[in-house]
């Protein structure tokens, strides 16, 4: 068996101990003799997973008791519509932070839903900042401000919580989630799919202040009701199940590293190792502003595109694969979840400099 190092922006690596441990019990689980895959996930074995899994959630982000962690599907897009229908609450609009792709695709979904108001963008300068707190245009009457705390695409990163007095903050951390640690408390909702840092495709997370449910459109479909949803303790209609599973399985392998605090130190010794060698040379090139770069999703160029092809071709043949940029930006990212081994960028940038030593 040969495992690549897997650069994927999502769905993106796994830790192999977890994988392992999936396939050894991949026909009997713990002695109950079948699959997690063929439980009832009303039965107590799935119950009991899946209550595992929410509990480890809390402890690694330790989530305060006002707050209910819900299980959900549809992926960050569907909660772009899932978000204003739960959480306008009677309001006529919310604030939204453009900083790329991720945030447009918010805003525009959020349109169907109520009023929008674009209070900061990041548009001018070509999504390679995040636009600075004293620059935002807030509604005080605002019944929520998103923003992306990570853009996948663009390699942007808030490294700050951004205070908005009152109004309820709603992050979409879909790609840096679980990557350092977050004041739960600071958020009115965070939400996430699980494919970029937690597990399989299929499984959202949504966590939501208890005293924000209650105030859902009329239209909301009932699965997607936070409210139906948490009364139910996520079980209203048949959960991801497997995809929970194995999210279990991450965070217990996240808190035998250390939690999210270990995850934040070898996060930020990665992407320091590879902005380094970015930063060395003109051959590449780094296009975000230095105190935005993501830690996750770093996107860069080589000096000549015509490079590019051979770059990633060369890349392939040493098990470095998945480094084409997204098609709206170009060039190359390298996707740096919690599962991505220092070795792994240690490769890469080994790479990356024979690479400009035979094509400088
Ligand atoms: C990947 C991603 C999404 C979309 O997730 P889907 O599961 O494809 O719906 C949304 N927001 C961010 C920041 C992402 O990285």
Redesign the pocket.
């Given at each position: 068996m040969s495992r690549v190092y897997n650069f994927s922006?999502?769905p993106a690596a796994l830790p192999e101990s977890v994988l392992q441990q999936a396939a050894d019990e991949m026909l009997d689980w713990q002695g109950s003799g079948m699959s997690v895959m063929e439980m009832s996930h009303r039965g107590r074995h799935f119950m009991g997973i899946a209550a595992e899994a929410q509990a480890l959630l809390r402890e690694l982000l330790a989530v305060p008791a006002n707050y209910k962690v819900l299980f959900m599907q549809?992926?960050?897009?569907?909660?772009?519509a899932i978000v204003p229908m739960n959480m306008l609450r009677g309001k006529a609009s919310a604030d939204f932070i453009d900083t790329g792709v991720?945030a447009g695709?918010?805003i525009a979904e959020a349109r169907k839903y109520g009023g929008v108001n674009v209070a900061a963008s990041a548009k001018a300068t070509n999504y390679t900042t995040i636009p600075p707190r004293d620059s935002w245009r807030l509604d005080p009457d605002a019944a929520y401000v998103h923003i992306?705390?990570?853009?996948?695409?663009g390699g942007v990163e808030y490294h700050f919580t951004p205070d908005v007095g009152e109004v309820p903050l709603v992050a979409?951390?879909?790609?840096?989630i679980l990557s350092r640690p977050v004041d739960v408390s600071k958020y009115g909702l965070i939400f996430?799919?699980?494919?970029?840092n937690i597990g399989p495709?299929g499984l959202?997370l949504v966590i939501v202040r208890e005293d924000l449910l209650g105030g859902a459109l009329p239209i909301t479909p009932s699965a997607f009701d936070y409210t139906v949803v948490a009364e139910n303790d996520s079980m209203y209609n048949t959960p991801p199940t497997y995809a929970i599973y194995i999210a279990g399985l991450v965070f217990k392998w996240i808190r035998a590293q250390g939690g999210v605090a270990a995850m934040e130190a070898r996060s930020a010794a990665k992407a320091a190792l590879l902005y380094g060698c970015l930063d060395s040379t003109a051959f590449y090139k780094a296009p975000v502003a230095r105190d935005c770069r993501s830690r996750m999703n770093v996107t860069f160029f080589l000096h000549d595109q015509r490079l590019d092809k051979p770059f990633l071709e060369g890349a392939e043949a040493r098990g470095l694969v998945q480094l084409k940029g997204h098609r709206v930006v170009g060039g190359m990212r390298a996707s740096l979840y919690n599962a991505m081994p220092l070795e792994g960028v240690q490769a890469l940038v080994a790479y990356m400099k024979d690479f400009e030593k035979s094509h400088g």
């Open positions: 922006a999502g549809g992926g960050g897009l569907a909660e772009n991720w695709k918010s992306c705390s990570n853009e996948t695409i979409d951390m879909s790609s840096s996430g799919g699980a494919q970029k495709a959202t």
